[in-house]
């Protein structure tokens, strides 16, 4: 259980941080810009990071959004990625 409630978390970091940056993941998910099997490989390294109190810190400061995900964020360089065209 304590590893469900661990993916849970990093589930909620992943969407948290890519909703910062303006990606929505479910909208990537149904357009196929992103996979199933992708989704799970960013949560995983999300989970694998071990930096989730820095990230919920660092959510916690941007008011109204970021341009761009810390450098250190384990997905932030797919989430990036996955940004509209500005």
């Known amino acids: 259980m304590e590893d469900q409630g661990r993916l849970s978390k990093h589930f909620w970091l992943t969407q948290g941080m890519a909703r910062t940056i ?24 999300c989970a694998h990071c071990g930096r989730a109190e820095e990230c919920m810190r660092w959510m916690g400061h941007q008011v109204t959004g970021a341009d761009r995900l810390p450098e250190w964020c384990a997905v932030g360089v797919r989430l990036e990625a996955l940004k509209e065209p500005a």
């Open 22 to 45: 303006g990606v929505n993941l479910n909208d990537a998910l149904r357009s196929g810009q992103l996979g199933r099997g992708e989704y799970s490989e960013l949560v995983a390294a």
